[in-house]
């Protein structure tokens, strides 16, 4: 089993959607998850945290499930700028952090 | 404000002319590491620094050699680029914890031909 597994997509959403992605881990020693967004070709950069009681931002919503080793992240009202690839990241510290990535979900908004 | 700064942005170069790609952070932080982006695996690490003078193989490590001198930069280096490398290379810090946010450079790609 993968360390992180994400379903690659694309998702294709018209404008005003509502969207969900999954991501499942393997290491259940894991302490930290984070959503990143990372458009084409361009660096990642943090979405948001994943908090164990749920956490929302804005038209983001994002949860945690330790017991079944899963994380979702939900996109309400989608906008064309929301077109991106999201990655769900896991944070195991053991004297340093390691971060494992997954592979991504392409989300394309259309019109 | 916050940043990773990679050198260079772009780089096309031959097979076995050795390069060295900058990474510098201003954040302080003890925690740097490289990574490769290649179409369909993803984010792969090649080394990481837990601090000065302290540096770890990642999960792809051949092929590549670092540095962590000072505490704000991280060198990667290539002794003699193969084809193979050809890629998207990313700096990123962090703190030692990894418990909040990691920052990433705008990132390097590098074309050997």
């Known amino acids: 089993r993968k360390e992180v597994e994400q379903d690659p997509g694309p998702f294709n959403v018209p404008e005003g959607a509502t969207v969900a992605f999954n991501c499942t881990y393997s290491?259940?020693?894991?302490?930290?998850f984070f959503w990143y967004r990372q458009d084409c070709r361009k660096e990642p950069k943090l979405l948001m945290s994943?908090?164990?009681s749920g956490n929302e931002d804005g038209r983001f919503t994002a949860q945690l499930n330790r017991a079944s080793q899963y994380i979702s992240l939900l996109i309400r009202d989608s906008k064309l700028s929301d077109s991106a690839t999201y990655l769900c990241?896991?944070?195991?510290?053991?004297?340093?952090?390691?971060?494992?990535f997954g592979k991504g979900t392409m989300l394309l908004v259309s019109p | 404000e916050a940043q990773v700064t990679q050198n260079p942005r772009y780089l096309i170069t031959v097979t076995g002319k050795k390069l060295t790609v900058t990474c510098s952070q201003n954040?302080?932080?003890?925690?740097m590491s490289w990574y490769r982006q290649d179409p369909g695996l993803g984010l792969r690490q090649i080394y990481y620094?837990?601090?000065?003078?302290?540096?770890d193989k990642g999960d792809v490590p051949e092929g590549y050699k670092v540095s962590r001198k000072e505490k704000r930069n991280f060198p990667l280096i290539l002794e003699s680029p193969s084809p193979n490398q050809t890629s998207l290379y990313f700096c990123?810090?962090?703190?030692?914890?990894?418990?909040?946010?990691?920052?990433f450079g705008q990132g390097t790609r590098l074309t050997v031909v």
């Open positions: 990123a810090s962090s703190t030692l914890t990894g418990k909040t946010e990691a920052f």
């Open positions: 290491n259940s020693a894991s302490q930290s």
């Open positions: 994943v908090y164990s």
């Open positions: 990241v896991v944070n195991r510290y053991s004297g340093y952090s390691t971060l494992t």
């Open positions: 954040m302080n932080h003890e925690y």
């Open positions: 620094s837990m601090n000065v003078e302290v540096t």
